[in-house]
């Protein structure tokens, strides 16, 4: 005698969810941003029970009738959208089986604990063998997603980040990168090698850090009614759509990175924040993938923060909280912003270089998987590819080589390609802002960002994941994936 | 075949409630700490969604036939009383029908927003229109709980706070306190009308009293590694036993308050953080009483905030953080800490006329919850026994008189006592110390406060809820609740 419908059943079942993450959310940032040590082990375990939770209701038996016999309903285009985007949160949660989760988190968990010690000692070796077993776990993932799917054993695990997103695409566009971008890097170096860049001279105290860092958000548009800005020790950007919690640093030898790192996590804040009200709570109102975020994230920081005109922007907020200083001359303070310098480590790299450093991850992360290579082949084929793609001899030098950062001992196989995904989806936005707006460049000059913004609201945040990537790119950009564009944008900054 | 007893299953049932409150208790935090104002109402309805899986879990069906077969089984003197707490919960989660419990949350919420703005209007003739449904609802409760309790209406109320207190041992502490305290005030005024008080001179910065707070909480003995203070408009002590959240506010041009307040902070804070780790998660670990835990603040507030030598060991500390000035005169700054001040607000009230301000809750919020006076009757009432308990005239001014606070009109009936009681039991505490360690007033004069916190950790904070009120008290003190201690303490504080 019911007269619910099954759409209506799975929309407040994801409501329900939404509202128990929202409290995970909230925790998780705590324990980056406030909690004391002591805290740690009650914290931790009471976000694992709410995992557990969170599990148990998006696997629960009753989803699979509901989610067929929605199918058969009545639903218009948006509720149709939503309906995908639950059927695949369902597969996600359902796809692997529950010992296999725990063996992946337990040994994700243990290699990453102790790479943090095998990292400052260079332990290869060590490392090496708790990496084997992650490897492991996540080849048998990617059969069983594979298996599931129908997918091809990478895009099977790329697909969790980058929905639709496929090898053979990544292939074509990295192909396409890897062809030209290390003869830019050489004649960007030899360009920038003529010209003279004073650095800052600090110390600049953390107390004016931050009131610049919540000046820069404010000129990035952050509505501070909806979020904040702390502290953490690895920044990230977290909280929920409605309360945004972005995290930095702090060096006080040194601003630029805290000031850039707040501006691109700007980014990414106000894609949540301006995901639709009125959709929140379902998987539509989601941010479409790793990759569209990244866009974000890079528009911000890169697409406008290599713009010519930033450095007039930033130039005020910086006299004010720090005082004036010669480095902050305009047209110094830009070639700050594009100094290109080809380096070991990816998250200090430069806009130039820093997709050098994911075609590398990517060219090795793919085939591991595929179990062409093996663990032990990671170090030899690093040392070829730094040299090749950016002139750097890593030999040995493990801890500033594959062992910097620790996707791979994570689990996060398949991601990588998101970074630079999102930098060549940034620079398609902004060549579809300048065919829409001839005089985008002239407004950015005039500090009227909003231009920016709004196009990025209308055409992506406010857009969450009604349409498939393609569909979303086609829909903003005139045109899906289009590699030339970040080229374009390249030589146009940098030559 | 289960080899699982009722009571084990019991205890997993109520550590995963304790995991998930975890949550609900940071997220709580955080929304008065943190929170920007757009994250209001997803956070609300993320709590509130909590709010009902806890109570779900508290009267799951199975709860029921647990308790009774666990009641059955071999338990040890702890599990036995573990169990004696996990009944007292089940009670309280199950005595009232859902329906009761959502009106009472509707209709608490409507006085208490709508006293936000009758207050400062003095509004009474609209305050008591939405008193009138919370004390309706509030009767009704008081019927049900006292139905299956078989205890009085007013008791079956106050047990939810003070578990065992009951309104005849109420009567008989208030009766001896009420005999005296008028007189005592009096004589405490015609004393201190002879001395000279120098007020502080501010201004002093938030950053100075925050610093000032933050050692304060270190003289007090707080764990930093498990806790912190922010800052919130209602200052309270939150969080978790492994992570206390403590809040404060403060005032420009004054100190006084943030930092006694601070103080007493530390004490529920100190209670909490020491509660015993290895039985966190069950009930049995929980403080004992509302009245034990103001028995902790006011310890620490009162008791040692109005001892003749607490002075010097604050004095440090003030000059440290807010410069010298002859305020902070050692003797001056003891007769500010020992100010005596009959006033309208029970929350500014000083040691001597606080309890003053509770007996004359108690006695108009029995009467009304047992239905012998209506709500229609408290101004009267209120204007008479502030005239005769302080020598106050509130004729009109409902703002200073009963709607100065917004606990009736939030549903808090039979929670007053336990300031008092509290305060009495801190008296008893220190009683109880004096006789144990003859030499107490010495030490805490050379400032080592461990001898009173060891013996607090060892008597109160360990024991958890381990035994009944009654033999706590015993157990800590070698007598249960004696008004007589409170009487002599403020003879001998004051006189
Ligand atoms: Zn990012
Ligand atoms: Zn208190």
């Known amino acids: 005698m019911s007269t619910t419908t099954a759409y209506d059943d799975l929309c407040r079942r994801h409501e329900r969810q939404h509202r128990l993450a929202h409290l995970q959310s909230i925790a998780s940032w705590d324990q980056s941003a406030n909690m004391p040590a002591k805290g740690n082990e009650a914290r931790s375990l009471a976000l694992a029970e709410m995992g557990g939770l969170l599990h148990q209701l998006a696997t629960d038996g009753a989803l699979k009738e509901l989610l067929a016999r929605a199918e058969g309903e009545a639903l218009d285009e948006v509720q149709r959208a ?48 708790n990496l084997r077993e992650v490897v492991r776990l996540h080849r048998e993932e990617a059969k069983f997603l594979a298996d599931s799917s129908g997918l091809g054993l990478y895009d099977a695990l790329m697909d969790q980040y980058e929905p639709g997103m496929r090898a053979a695409e990544v292939d074509r566009v990295f192909g396409d990168l ?18 003279t860049t004073l650095q800052p001279v600090g110390p600049f105290s953390k107390a004016a850090q931050r009131a610049l860092g919540h000046d820069a958000m404010q000129l990035m548009g952050f509505d501070f009614e909806a979020g904040r800005l702390d502290e953490s020790a690895h920044p990230f950007c977290g909280g929920v759509p409605e309360d945004v919690r972005m995290t930095t640093r702090y060096r006080e030898d040194s601003f630029m990175q805290s000031l850039m790192g707040t501006i691109h996590e700007t980014g990414h804040g106000r894609y949540e924040q301006n995901l639709r ?43 004010k909280h720090l005082g004036d200083q010669p480095a902050f001359e ?99 936005w902004f060549a579809a802002m300048r065919r829409e ?29 009604r349409y498939e990537t393609p569909e979303l790119v086609q829909r903003a950009s005139g045109e899906t994936l289009n590699p030339a564009h970040f080229k374009a944008h390249l030589q146009s900054r940098y030559l």
Chains 1, 2 share one sequence.
């Not at 989601?286 to 713009?307: C, I, K, P, T, V």
Request: proline share 5%; hydrophobic share 40%.
């Open 330 to 428: 305009e047209g110094n303070l830009h070639r700050l912003l594009t100094r290109v310098h080809p380096g070991y480590i990816r998250v200090d790299a430069d806009e130039v270089t820093y997709p050098a450093h994911v075609i590398l991850r990517y060219e090795i992360e793919r085939p591991l998987i595929e179990g062409l290579i093996e663990v032990d082949d990671i170090p030899a084929l690093w040392d070829a590819k730094m040299m090749e793609l950016l002139g750097l001899d890593t030999r040995g030098n493990y801890k500033d080589g594959c062992m910097q950062d620790v996707h791979w001992g994570g689990g996060l196989f398949g991601y990588f390609p998101c970074y630079t995904l999102g930098a060549m989806y940034a620079a398609q």
């Open 277 to 319: 009200r009125d959709w929140l709570g379902q998987p539509i109102a989601n941010a479409r993938s790793m990759g569209l975020h990244e866009s974000q994230s890079l528009s911000f920081e890169m697409q406008l923060g290599s713009h010519p005109a930033f450095a007039s922007l930033l130039r005020p907020l910086l006299v």
């Open 178 to 195: 890897r062809s030209w971008l290390p003869g830019l890097i050489r004649d960007v170096q030899a360009k920038q090698a003529q010209e």
């Open 437 to 465: 707006m001839p005089d985008l460049d002239a407004r950015i000059a005039r500090g009227e960002l909003s231009a920016v913004f709004d196009w990025l609201n209308a055409k992506i945040w406010s857009q969450g994941s």
């Open 82 to 129: 939503n309906l995908r985007e639950m059927q695949r949160a369902w597969r996600a949660s359902n796809a692997l089986p529950q010992a296999l989760v725990e063996a992946k988190s337990l040994a994700n968990s243990r290699c990453e604990h102790a790479w943090r010690s095998q990292r400052p000692a260079n332990d290869w070796a060590g490392y090496v063998e």
